[in-house]
């Protein structure tokens, strides 16, 4: 399977390989992807260095696209997956050396009553593509869930999301509980789904409003202070 | 076979097996339309029955009514606007909420028998909205998902379809008054969104023998070119056995797309509601003939 157009990435000087890293994440390229990370891993890269210039680098990129509609659902899900293939790497690497090359921990999940997750799933791959550790609470979460989560994983970041209108103001229930616990100044919280909107988002006290996975997840940077 | 039947004041529409594909016109829904959402929390309906007049001329055969509007009176919009577009038009209405309240809100003004959009498989919602749907006589839009969520076997949601009829049975109301849901996934997320739902309709129709309905748009979320992959599917999902969706009739090939799955399937006769919609209307007689037909006249 060699053409003349074929690259051998460990041919590549490091500045070459990380910007190939780059092109074939947009790609979806899994596999390249994987071994870019391994070659920059083998000529002594920090995990912390590869994640942030070639894999979370990638995604904002990607994030772009897909936010000006370049980019589509399948295509960002195969990039997510060329990320993780490279992450899967790096993770154990990272644990290991406590380094704090996430930008902290994301925790999200869909409100009580709310069976609804395909957004919000792609906001929490959005999320690991800007470089969070994503703590996924999944569906039908009551303010325990959310409550507890925050106690064992104590995110940068916590968001909710809900489909109905019937379940959207459980978020303000959670919001309150958490201001009430004295949580809230000190974890900013965001909310999205498809009938919400930035009135009501501000009506219940939530820090941010994600229109989309892509804006959500430049904001979700903006919050921890990493604005590109 | 098995008939739906939904009706207003003055017309009603059968979703049946033997029956033209219905399209419920999606438009009066604010979600996700800033604009209307903010014109009908003011109480200015001027969009509302523009959305409703197009989509009627454009061959809606009903028109499906939601006022989920963030920190709004959903109830009292619904009812508002239900009786309004009952005031402007004689198709049927689905009435469409997440809140029961709205639901019985809506129940209460409309005249007619009603679609209940809807209910899921949670024992909870199910125990609230049966006994309306039974008290005003109406039909019901069943989700095929339950407290577990939306699973991706399509087995699974054949099974929760089937416990709804059944409950419904409980509450006196027939299976032919239980139109299915089967849940359309974004096939750009699930490569096997599309087969599954083919696959959970002919069961559906074969097995539970139910009408079946769906928010078709779904299928295509993420995708560029949607109404090309929409215009594609609901054909394939009326060949599949689906009788019903909730539609945007004004989308540019979507009409003709369902009334060519009509005729494919059989249930346009002698195809002519077809050949009423396409005869071309600039095609010159020769003047030997007598100029098409008349109709009208009937036997004695």
Redesign the interface.
């Known amino acids: 399977m060699s053409d003349e157009n074929d690259v051998i990435l460990d041919d590549l000087s490091d500045e070459d390989l990380v910007d190939q890293m780059k092109d074939d994440l947009y790609d979806g390229m899994a596999a390249e992807v994987r071994e870019g990370t391994q070659i920059l891993l083998r000529r002594g890269w920090e995990a912390g260095d590869i994640l942030s210039q070639a894999l979370v680098e990638g995604m904002r990129i990607v994030g772009i696209d897909f936010r000006d509609g370049t980019l589509f659902v399948p295509e960002v899900l195969q990039c997510a997956g060329a990320m993780k293939s490279g992450m899967e790497l790096l993770r154990p690497i990272l644990a290991s050396t406590g380094s704090r090359a996430s930008l902290g921990k994301f925790v999200i999940g869909t409100v009580k009553g709310d069976i609804h997750d395909i957004g919000k799933n792609l906001v929490g791959m959005m999320l690991e593509g800007a470089g969070f550790e994503v703590i996924d609470l999944g569906i039908n979460n009551p303010v325990d869930n959310y409550l507890a989560a925050i106690d064992q994983h104590q995110p940068a970041v916590l968001g909710m999301s809900a489909l109905l209108t019937t379940t959207m103001p459980y978020m303000g229930v959670v919001i309150e509980e958490l201001d009430k616990r004295g949580i809230l100044k000190s974890l900013p919280v965001m909310v999205g789904g498809a009938p919400l909107n930035q009135e009501f988002a501000d009506a219940i006290g939530a820090t941010k409003y994600g229109r989309d996975a892509a804006v959500s997840a430049e904001l979700a940077r903006a919050l921890v202070g990493q604005n590109h | 076979m098995t008939r739906t039947v939904i009706s207003s004041a003055s017309k009603e529409v059968v979703i049946g097996f033997d029956q033209p594909f219905v399209m419920i016109g999606e438009r009066i829904n604010p979600?996700?339309r800033?604009l209307l959402?903010a014109e009908m929390k003011e109480g200015n309906y001027e969009r509302v029955i523009a959305d409703a007049l197009a989509q009627v001329a454009a061959g809606a055969q009903m028109l499906d009514i939601n006022a989920?509007?963030?920190?709004a009176d959903?109830p009292a919009i619904l009812a508002e606007v239900i009786r309004l577009v009952q005031s402007i038009t004689d198709v049927p209405l689905a009435i469409d909420?997440?809140?029961v309240a709205g639901l019985e809100a809506g129940l209460a003004v409309y005249q007619g028998r009603a679609l209940v959009n809807s209910t899921t498989g949670e024992d909870e919602v199910l125990e609230r909205v049966l006994p309306l749907v039974k008290k005003y006589d109406a039909a019901v839009v069943a989700i095929s998902?339950d407290?577990?969520?939306?699973s991706e076997n399509p087995d699974d949601r054949f099974e929760i379809a089937k416990k709804i009829v059944q409950r419904a049975a409980d509450h006196g109301i027939k299976a032919c008054d239980v139109i299915v849901d089967p849940l359309v996934?974004?096939i750009?997320?699930i490569n096997s969104a599309g087969r599954d739902v083919f696959y959970l309709l002919r069961r559906l129709r074969e097995e539970l023998k139910v009408n079946t309905t769906c928010g078709a748009s779904n299928i295509s979320?993420?995708?560029?070119n949607r109404h090309g992959i929409n215009n594609a599917f609901l054909p394939m999902v009326a060949a599949a056995g689906m009788t019903s969706a909730i539609v945007n009739p004004l989308h540019e090939g979507l009409v003709a797309s369902i009334k060519a799955a009509d005729v494919l399937n059989g249930v346009d006769p002698s195809c002519m509601a077809w050949i009423r919609a396409n005869r071309d209307p600039n095609a010159e007689p020769s003047g030997e003939g007598r100029g098409g037909r008349r109709g009208g006249r009937r036997r004695g």
């Open positions: 979600t996700g800033k959402a989920g509007i963030p920190l959903e909420s997440s809140m998902n407290d577990s969520g939306i996934m974004p750009g997320a979320f993420g995708l560029p």
